[in-house]
Structure formats: C-alpha cells, structure tokens
C-alpha cells in the first residue's frame, strides 16, 4: 500500500473518492502471465477493478461535487477520470452499491448469460453453481422470479444454502462440501433433469452436473473458480461424450461481448430491482487496508453474494 | 450367423436383397446397456443399421423389381420392408453407395454440423478429427470446396494423411500416431489458429484442439471413437476453462434431430456430387461372413472413407 499526493486536475478531468470497491473472482486471472481475455495486471500498476465513488472535485461541466459515479476506480481511495469513463448513478436506485452487483458485471452477466445462451422457459429447471455468490445470487433470481425456472444452487456451507431458499426463493440449494455425492443430491433436487447449466464454478462439480443433464441442455460457462488458484491444469471428467449423447450446447460468455447491450440491461435489471423482484446480496469488509483479505475470501467462499469492500 | 427361409411377403411388402451394407461406429455404443441416443441393440434381434440393396420380389405397387432402394436392412442378405420404410435411389447417383456416405447418415450429419454449428466463412480455418473416415472426409471437403475454408484434417496414418492433401484437396492433415506432440503441428497447420473444430473422435486429439482454438471459436461434437472401447470413462483435459476463454460455443449433433431436413440436405448434397465438387471416398469388404471384421476396423481406423461391405 502506498500513500501519494492527489495530483491537479486537468480541465475536463473528474476527482472520484471512492466509497465502496469490488473484488471479483476474474481479477485471479490477470494475475498470471498466460493470455486471458484482458490484459494482465502488470507490476507497478494500480490494482483492481470498478468502485463507486462521489465526485469531491470536478472540472467537467458534465458532473457536480457530490454527485455518486460508478467507474473503474482501482483499488485506491481517490482516482481522476475524465468523464466519458464514469457511469452516474441512478439515486432512485438503492442501494448504490448495486451498480457493483447486481447493475453492474455480476448482474450483467447473469442477465446475459440466462438470455443468450440459457434461454429459460418456465418450469424448467436450472442449475447454477458458485450459487451464493455475485454472479450465481443474481443468476437464481432472474431465473426463479423473472422466467419461472425449477432453480437449484450449488454452494459451500448451510448457511449459504438457507440463504438461497429462504431469502432468495431458490427451490432447493446444495452444500457441496457436506453433500459427498453431488451426483444424487443432483438427482433428489433436479427430478425432472438438468435443463440449463450457470457455470461459474467448474471442477468436479461441473462433471456431476454434466453426469445429470437433459437432452438439448444449454450451459452458460461464465466461471471457472474452482480452477483458478490450481498450480497447474489437472484433469477431470470428460464432458464431449456427454455434450453428444445430449446434443448439449455449452458456450463461454464474457461481458465484454455484449458492450453494446449494457444500458438496456442495465435498465431492465433496475427496474427488477426497483420493482422488488430482485434482491441485493451484499457481503461488506471495512477498510482499504483489508481488501486483500476480502478478495481471498472469494476463493474460500466466506461471502455471501457481491464481496464489497467500503472505504 | 443364422440361416432361416425368407417369409412370403403379405401385401404392401416389399423384399429387398442386400448388395452393400454400412458399418458405423454409434453402433458400438448401441451395444451397452446405458443409455445412448438410440435404443441398445438386444440379445436376439437383426444387428445392424443402414444398407442398399435391389427389390427382388415385391407386392407393393410403388416398387419394381429390379429397383435400387436405401433401408435399415440390417446385417443380413435379405429383407422385407413396408414401402414408406424405404428411399429410391437416384440413377443418376454414381456410384450408389454414396447413399451409405455422402448422401447417407455420415453426409449428412458433416452437413448439418457445418450448416447449424460450425458456420463456416470463406478463409477460417476448421479442423476435423477423424479427418479420413466417413464424416470426416465428408466435412472436410464440403468446408474447403463449398465454404472455402482452410481445412486440416487429423488422421492416424501417413497413407490417410496424404490421401486427405492430394486426392480431398484438404490444406493439410496430421498424423496424430506420428506426430507425438499435437499441438505444435496444429499450430504449425493453423498458423491462424482454429475458428471451428468438427471433431469425430474426442480424448487426446480433442484436449489438444481445445488448446489452441480461437476466440469465439464453433465445435461440433458428432462422435468420440477413441472412448467408445474404453472398460471405463478415462480422465482427460478440463476444457470448460477453454470454452470461457475463447467464449467458445460447443454443441453435440446427432442425424435425428435434423430428420424434417435431411430430404432437402441430400438434394443438395447429391448436386454437390454430380458436380464433381465432392468426392466418395469407400473402403469396401467383400461378404457377409466378413462383417463383423470391417467393424472392428473401424476402430483400428484401417478403413478410408466409409467402410462398406459388399454383399
């Protein structure tokens, strides 16, 4: 961590003082040298990803003092912007902080995911994995609230679990570490088969999902977490036979795909939001200084939903 | 191999006397227990699929002794048939047996998995593994002579190999036995990387396309002969992590579920053919007796093209 000078502003230029910060599973994989879909985060460069902020200082005609923005604010507590890379936030919207989850990428994605490649139809059954968190929390609703799905989670603790069925309306949701043999719990929660797939997890526990899915399943591979702090690729199940034997279409979605989609999307989520058909599932760690700590807990899956961290 | 009288025919029946009969690899997986796409084949049933013959004796007014006709005939010399079971073929088809390759199920599905997966665009480069059997030889040259693409195929001996560059017009092919490391001679043959893999025959050869696929790259999934002799599923490569990468779409076809279209889709391939635009490739064995062998070689891959066997 390092303390420096907030430099001038230059005309045009925005100064955002940042109040809450995302950590997200995908910044992982910036990490390493070896392609991604984004480019590495190099040494020396400000670490980290979206933020909102308000605006303490602004030489834009654009944005007033005091006024809330989302943007790609780095993991610091002051950023400069020009304006065309700041989003201002809807103030009927509450709470801000889901420009960070559930309007910002995790919602998007979800929303994306289950509409392009998913496809839901009413009554058919869903499953997502990495359940309670940003992405899946937001998968689970819009296909339970919004297209009528039979949704069940796959996560990591009981608590977690509850929380799905009881707060966020989920048929059913599975402990996957209580629950050794996911393939049958797979078979108790999904008795008329897997219909679509919410990947945001991989590993083992895609391979007894895709032991258990329907003709003609559609699987939306968005994450990979359970593979992102392996040393090196280890091997699994084999899934092309399945894909065959069920003329199965899986397709890896990226936000980045849809850039010129986002406002529309954003729009309709609110509005969800705003409606009450949709929940905010936020976890808060206090303080820049532990938002190293917040972004490990990711990985071991101490959050519940979107992990924020306020400054 | 059982002898029985041949039954007199009732009315509408038609008796077709075998002349080529097709040996594929599904079959193998119809001889399990598990389920599979089609119904396992029973202790005491006809074995066996698709096969032309001539009509020998008919009480159908729709056929003619003499006429060539397509059918399930099963591995057997002769058989009786309702008409609406059977397909005329074309005169004009040379030769006839093209109605078990290219115009029959292996065409066809090489068809439908360029036409409504791949989507192959002029110049994109598309691999195809079992490159020389009977739907790999038939993707192959309908990507590169109709579609102009750049084609490779992956096969398992130099003679294939060779057979695919000079006599199908492929822009290379690899012989997977001989060149250990498969990804550096896809890399070598797909110096613009892989924009669409049709693959026939999964593990290894599967896990190293996977590595070096495009962006946005189209797989499709037709068949996976080097698992179908497996005792066991066998551990292999995660590819889910590819698929994200790349926001690959991946999808299993099978010949079934295009059966609205396949009429329309051997019109046109069979235009293809009287062109001269593509070309049978067969390997054919001689008798009955020997059936079972020419089977089994499917899966040593000695076969070129599709394996027939002449009765």
């Not at 020009?82 to 809807?90: F, S, V």
């Not at 689970?140 to 309306?169: M, N, P, R």
């Not at 599975?174 to 049958?184: E, P, T």
């Not at 699987?219 to 894909?243: D, K």
């Given at each position: 961590?390092?303390?420096?000078?907030?430099?001038?502003?230059?005309?045009?230029?925005?100064?955002?003082?940042?109040?809450?910060?995302?950590?997200?599973?995908?910044?992982?994989?910036?990490?390493?040298?070896?392609?991604?879909?984004?480019?590495?985060?190099?040494?020396?460069?400000?670490?980290?990803?979206?933020?909102?902020?308000?605006?303490?200082?602004?030489?834009?005609?654009?944005?007033?003092?005091?006024?809330?923005?989302?943007?790609?604010?780095?993991?610091?507590?002051?950023?400069?912007?020009?304006?065309?890379?700041?989003?201002?936030?809807?103030?009927?919207?509450?709470?801000?902080?889901?420009?960070?989850?559930?309007?910002?990428?995790?919602?998007?994605?979800?929303?994306?995911?289950?509409?392009?490649?998913?496809?839901?139809?009413?009554?058919?059954?869903?499953?997502?994995?990495?359940?309670?968190?940003?992405?899946?929390?937001?998968?689970?609703?819009?296909?339970?609230?919004?297209?009528?799905?039979?949704?069940?989670?796959?996560?990591?603790?009981?608590?977690?679990?509850?929380?799905?069925?009881?707060?966020?309306?989920?048929?059913?949701?599975?402990?996957?570490?209580?629950?050794?043999?996911?393939?049958?719990?797979?078979?108790?929660?999904?008795?008329?088969?897997?219909?679509?797939?919410?990947?945001?997890?991989?590993?083992?526990?895609?391979?007894?999902?895709?032991?258990?899915?329907?003709?003609?399943?559609?699987?939306?591979?968005?994450?990979?977490?359970?593979?992102?702090?392996?040393?090196?690729?280890?091997?699994?199940?084999?899934?092309?036979?399945?894909?065959?034997?069920?003329?199965?279409?899986?397709?890896?979605?990226?936000?980045?795909?849809?850039?010129?989609?986002?406002?529309?999307?954003?729009?309709?989520?609110?509005?969800?939001?705003?409606?009450?058909?949709?929940?905010?599932?936020?976890?808060?760690?206090?303080?820049?200084?532990?938002?190293?700590?917040?972004?490990?807990?990711?990985?071991?899956?101490?959050?519940?939903?979107?992990q924020l961290v306020r400054i």
């Open positions: 961590m390092e303390k420096v000078e907030v430099p001038a502003l230059s005309d045009g230029e925005v100064l955002v003082k940042s109040t809450y910060l995302s950590v997200d599973p995908y910044m992982r994989n910036l990490m390493r040298r070896s392609k991604s879909y984004m480019d590495s985060y190099q040494i020396g460069e400000i670490f980290g990803g979206a933020g909102i902020g308000k605006v303490v200082e602004s030489r834009s005609s654009g944005y007033q003092t005091g006024e809330m923005v989302w943007g790609i604010l780095g993991w610091q507590e002051y950023s400069i912007h020009r304006t065309g890379q700041l989003l201002k936030i809807d103030p009927d919207i509450q709470p801000a902080t889901a420009y960070l989850g559930l309007l910002g990428t995790p919602g998007l994605i979800a929303y994306f995911g289950l509409a392009d490649v998913c496809k839901p139809r009413e009554g058919k059954t869903l499953v997502v994995s990495s359940g309670a968190g940003a992405v899946g929390s937001a998968v689970g609703q819009i296909a339970k609230h919004i297209y009528g799905c039979h949704v069940v989670g796959i996560t990591g603790s009981d608590e977690k679990a509850h929380y799905l069925t009881a707060e966020l309306g989920f048929d059913a949701a599975i402990n996957y570490r209580l629950d050794q043999n996911l393939r049958i719990e797979l078979m108790k929660t999904c008795p008329n088969g897997i219909d679509m797939y919410f990947d945001n997890a991989g590993g083992d526990i895609s391979d007894a999902v895709f032991g258990h899915i329907n003709d003609h399943a559609r699987v939306a591979v968005c994450g990979q977490i359970a593979l992102y702090n392996l040393a090196r690729p280890e091997a699994g199940s084999r899934i092309l036979p399945s894909i065959l034997l069920h003329r199965a279409m899986v397709k890896g979605i990226l936000i980045a795909d849809y850039e010129d989609q986002l406002a529309e999307a954003r729009q309709v989520l609110g509005q969800w939001l705003k409606e009450g058909q949709l929940k905010c599932t936020e976890t808060i760690t206090d303080g820049l200084e532990n938002i190293t700590g917040a972004f490990i807990n990711l990985f071991s899956g101490t959050n519940l939903g979107k």
